[in-house]
């Protein structure tokens, strides 16, 4: 077996070694690098630093544990943007499992901006069959959140006296690393006539872009990169804007790869 | 107590990674573990979110007509279990027509609604746009034109019925064009995604051994 | 008796939904609400369903001797684990989710590592797929290829440190030849998903009835 | 900066043009109020607060408090409950500035009622109806006797080819749903591919493996399994045990999958449902056990994953031919067929609406002729759906 045939099969943990080393040798160091904004996720920005004080944002936790790298960072700097902008975040999920992960950095950017709970926020918790309850939801939200996640009826908090259903809130932030952005628009943005923008996973993205360009949705926060800009539209750069230079380098070393592969491949077919 | 959960979660996180070398009683301990705790987690969750609040809570509270009726989709989810009997077992059907009629029923308009109608919206498109500059016009003129070009031999592509040939068969092939490019791009969108997660685990990793 | 009941239920329910949708005067839309509610009470009772098949198979597993038998004692451990901290913790603060209960320990410390370690092994599969499949081989192969690089460049930083004609070429194929494609992809399956409902409905499709 | 307060602090006006009226396309008990903003609602939160709405049953009556409408609004629907459908109502809108606020003259008297067709949703019954048309009329025309095509699918004829090689080299067959729920129209596409390989693998005497995510979609591929085993006359093959329910997460579920192609080392594997990230995780473990993949969703996120891993993959709607192709009888083509046209009018409609817009777009710009323009933007409003 010659080196170009060599090339062209390597074995797949060689690969997995070499990217596992190009992911946290940047990390270890601590390198850093510049980060440019997108309009996507500008306007994402914009739709919330104009939403007037006091308006009503429906966030919906549509994740787990598996896409929290990408999605906290996103998560945690929505909150601060609306904290900092006296917005009131309601907030409930459609992702059993994930839901107690994001009441982590809830609790903690809410101790951090003073927000108060059932005045400035709420958790109303999980309830199955999602497009159910976000149709549901259009009527009257008590329908289905009688009461928050802890038990306590939702009217005994000031900030739901106002509350029944869509025509009551200003914006949906969807949290997803599935298809439920999805089900939002297609169930309550087209049907209910609400704002919303979209925080995704790098996959989710690209399938979004459809509705940005119909109107459909105001903006688009996709994968680690949409994380890392919008942590520093906001102003305060963390774990996003601090793991760029890793997924760079991890990509130059994909492509090089890919780039070997090729060589390889095309230098063993022109043997044969 | 914190530091053995931390302990704990670091040996998972190797012992799934060790897949990669390949399979071993590391990992065949910790995708058990993970199939059980999961589970079990999903029991707990339905039960705490849903039969909870929504059908034990509610019957206790309401009253009158209100509180009855809601043993019918408590009967509704019970005949599931029918089909460990299976003289029965057609029963269990009734509560599955049920759910998949609503779903139908609700997927049917929103379909229409929330994606058909929208999008086609969006493709009603001038071959022609006049922008501010020459460049605008010109950038913006092709970009119509592609999207034009591309929904419509995309969607020639799965023209099913008939044969395909000729013109057919040419606008099917610039459909695939359009997805392979399609598809390569999510890919190229994916892989970030993808070294993203490995980003969040190294480093908690790396943490854990003091490293960062 | 046995076909026609539940075609009669899928009919019913679902032509009601579609009512509801285009009529707001009583009482469609209070019927489909209550419904909507049903519909989440009846996927509540799944979850017995899917315990039983579980821990039957795993019980037979054991019994039987099967390979592998040993570690379906861990599968069940870790099942009996969350439940009892489960309903123990729900006991002790009238909530599971409480953060400091013995059950958000067992997610925080158990769930969360293994879900987010089985989502990072991603990482690996998808370099050595590219470079497995990423062959110039066919022209469809090299523009799937061509484009996947660009975009893989035009998403962090260092594509922009090369040229910045990078990023710009990569939004553009995002937004729009990709675009175009996924739209007609979507459209096909959307149209289908419609198709596929109306044949539900009106009883032609019944293969969930068998 | 102390004389622009100065002076909003006198011109300090209630909202003008205050106009209620029943709420359109609802089912009543909701009222509309509508306001041209107060001229002191400059944007300045600490200038102006923003509006109260005031209801009443007599215009000189006891005005109640029913609800809040931030700065900047000029809408609010009143949807309380205590509202009576037919029963008069009366309104106030108040500004509250920083001085006080300022009340709006009575607006009234106006009822609620509900309506009975939502007026905003035309479009959408107008195309819901013609594709129920067409399919409705190719079915018709099937069960009449016409033949009617299906071309071939790629991914299809490998079935047959990938159950008989695993069975030659002695290895099962894995068949996966992924993440779907029986309640999703692509799970029962996926149910009628399941059949076809269940009878193939009975024909085989080919041992059948399916995991699962969602226990009613184990019920009913259990019950699916059983009855092709049945139909091909090899009813004692079944083994409900076969296609066990793992659990419903996503990563527990592909960590389970993954160990059970490791060590059962299928010789084909199917993924025929929606996948979500996992796709890669279950396709790169499914390539490196060396088995012949067939994947078909309409995930369209995770579709590239599968052409690129896999050896065969239905893409989107192939998925939904398949099950039309395996059991081709009139009623399922007929509705193909039907679905088809709906697509060429699609085109059609696409490609009429592009020579417009164009000869709209240069009318306007060489000729100073709007009429096509405006055409042409009718036409696209008439697509809005909100």
Not at chain 1, 230 to 238: F, M, N, T
Not at chain 1, 241 to 253: D, E, K, T, V
Not at chain 3, 52 to 80: E, R
Not at chain 4, 233 to 251: H, I, K, N
């Amino acid at each position: 077996m010659g080196i170009f045939d060599r090339l062209a099969n390597l074995d797949r943990r060689l690969i997995f070694l070499v990217i596992g080393l190009a992911v946290a040798v940047p990390i270890i160091l601590k390198i850093k690098m510049p980060i440019r904004i997108s309009s996507e996720v500008r306007s994402a920005y914009e739709t919330i630093e104009n939403l007037p004080e006091g308006s009503v944002v429906l966030a919906s936790m549509d994740y787990d544990a598996t896409s929290a790298p990408e999605l906290t960072p996103m998560f945690r700097s929505f909150l601060r943007q609306c904290f900092r902008n006296k917005l009131k975040v309601v907030y409930t999920g459609h992702l059993a499992i994930g839901m107690p992960l994001a009441q982590f950095d809830l609790d903690a950017v809410t101790e951090e901006c003073g927000a108060v709970y059932g005045v400035d926020y709420i958790n109303l918790g999980y309830r199955p069959g999602f497009t159910a309850v976000m149709i549901g939801i259009g009527r009257e939200i008590r329908d289905f959140f009688a009461v928050d996640y802890k038990g306590v009826p939702v009217d005994s908090f000031p900030m739901m006296k106002d509350i029944h259903n869509y025509s009551d809130i200003a914006l949906i932030v969807d949290f997803a690393h599935g298809q439920t952005a999805e089900y939002w628009i297609q169930y309550v943005v087209s049907r209910f006539g609400v704002k919303m923008f979209a925080c995704v996973t790098g996959v989710m993205a690209p399938t979004l872009y459809t509705y940005l360009q119909s109107g459909q949705i105001t903006g688009i926060i996709g994968g680690l990169q949409g994380a890392a800009e919008y942590e520093v539209l906001v102003g305060q750069p963390e774990s996003a804007a601090f793991g760029m230079p890793a997924q760079s380098i991890a990509h130059l070393f994909i492509l090089a790869f890919i780039v070997f592969g090729n060589i390889g491949f095309f230098i063993t077919r022109r043997k044969k | 107590m914190n530091l053995l959960g931390t302990w704990i979660a670091a040996g998972l996180t190797i012992a799934i990674l060790s897949f990669l070398y390949r399979d071993n009683p590391f990992y065949k301990f910790a995708e058990h573990l993970f199939v059980g705790v999961s589970a079990g987690y999903w029991v707990i969750y339905i039960w705490a979110f849903d039969v909870q609040p929504m059908l034990v809570d509610e019957f206790l509270r309401q009253v009158g007509i209100e509180k009855w009726l809601l043993v019918i989709p408590a009967v509704f989810g019970l005949m599931m279990m029918a089909r460990w009997f299976p003289a029965a077992a057609w029963v269990s059907r009734w509560p599955i027509s049920f759910t998949v009629g609503i779903a139908a029923g609700l997927a049917l308009t929103a379909q229409v609604q929330g994606y058909i109608i929208p999008q086609i919206q969006a493709t009603l498109l001038p071959v022609v746009s006049i922008g501010a500059t020459t460049a605008e016009t010109v950038g913006q003129s092709i970009n119509n034109i592609v999207i034009l070009v591309g929904v419509i031999c995309a969607l020639l592509y799965f023209y099913f019925s008939r044969e395909h040939k000729g013109a057919l068969k040419v606008g099917s092939k610039i459909g695939i064009v359009f997805l392979m490019i399609g598809f390569g791009a999510s890919f190229g969108y994916t892989v970030m995604a993808r070294i993203s997660l490995l980003i969040g685990r190294l480093t908690f990793l790396l943490q854990v051994f003091g490293l960062r | 008796m046995k076909r026609d009941i539940p075609l009669i239920i899928t009919f019913l329910t679902g032509f009601l939904c579609v009512i509801a949708f285009f009529i707001p005067h009583p009482p469609f839309g209070d019927l489909q609400q209550r419904f909507l509610v049903w519909y989440a009470i009846v996927a509540g009772f799944t979850m017995i369903l899917g315990l039983d098949s579980l821990v039957k198979y795993n019980v037979k597993k054991i019994t039987q001797h099967k390979p592998g038998w040993q570690y379906s004692y861990v599968l069940l451990f870790g099942l009996a684990l969350v439940l009892v901290t489960g309903f123990q913790s729900w006991f002790k603060y009238n909530t599971p989710f409480e953060l400091r209960s013995s059950f958000m320990y067992s997610y925080i410390h158990i769930i969360v590592p293994l879900q987010a370690t089985m989502f990072a092994l991603l990482a690996f599969f998808i370099s050595s797929s590219a470079y497995r499949a990423f062959r110039a081989r066919t022209f469809e192969a090299t523009l799937l290829l061509i484009a996947a690089a660009i975009v893989m460049l035009g998403r962090v930083p260092i594509g922009e440190m090369i040229s910045d004609k990078i990023p710009l070429r990569s939004d553009w194929l995002l937004n729009v030849p990709q675009l175009a494609a996924k739209r007609g992809i979507q459209v096909g399956v959307y149209l289908g998903g419609v198709v596929m409902s109306l044949r539900i409905i009106l009883g032609i499709e019944r293969t969930y009835l068998t | 900066m102390f004389q622009s307060i100065f002076i909003l602090g006198l011109l300090a006006q209630p909202p003008a043009n205050v106009a209620a009226f029943d709420t359109p396309n609802d089912e009543g008990s909701s009222i509309t109020v509508t306001w041209e903003p107060s001229p002191a609602d400059s944007g300045n939160l600490f200038l102006f607060r923003g509006y109260e709405i005031y209801r009443s049953d007599t215009p000189t009556g006891e005005f109640k408090c029913v609800g809040f409408a931030a700065a900047g609004a000029t809408r609010f629907d009143d949807s309380n409950t205590d509202i009576q459908d037919g029963q008069e109502y009366f309104y106030v809108v108040r500004a509250l500035t920083s001085s006080g606020h300022e009340d709006s003259p009575v607006a009234g008297p106006v009822a609620s009622s509900a309506q009975w067709f939502n007026t905003q949703r035309v479009n959408v019954l107008a195309i819901t109806l013609l594709i129920s048309a067409l399919v409705i009329y190719y079915i018709r025309r099937a069960r009449a006797g016409d033949r009617l095509f299906v071309r071939k699918i790629a991914g299809l004829d490998a079935i047959e080819d990938a159950v008989g090689r695993s069975t030659e080299m002695g290895k099962p067959i894995l068949y996966s749903f992924g993440l779907s729920y029986l309640n999703e129209v692509w799970t029962l596409a996926s149910l009628s591919i399941l059949h076809r390989v269940a009878e193939k693998c009975a024909e085989y005497s080919t041992r059948l493996l399916v995991p699962h995510y969602d226990p009613l979609v184990m019920s009913a591929a259990q019950e699916t399994v059983k009855q092709a085993y049945a139909e091909a006359g090899r009813p004692d093959l079944y083994d409900e045990r076969d296609s066990p329910f793992l659990t419903a997460d996503q990563f527990g579920y592909a960590a389970g999958v993954d160990g059970m192609m490791m060590r059962e080392r299928p010789g084909a594997v199917f993924w025929q449902g929606y996948f979500y990230a996992e796709s890669l995780i279950l396709a790169e473990t499914g390539h490196s056990v060396g088995a012949i993949q067939i994947a078909g969703t309409t995930s369209v996120e995770q579709i590239p994953f599968f052409v690129v891993a896999c050896d065969y993959t239905l893409i989107g709607e192939e998925m939904y031919a398949a099950s039309c192709y395996l059991r081709p009888d009139p009623q399922m083509l007929g509705s193909l067929k039907g679905e088809d046209l709906t697509k060429a009018m699609i085109l059609v409609f696409l490609a009429g609406a592009a020579v417009l817009g164009t000869a709209g777009v240069l009318s306007s710009h060489f000729f100073d002729y709007n009429g096509l323009n405006v055409l042409f933007e009718n036409v696209v409003q008439w697509f809005n759906t909100f």
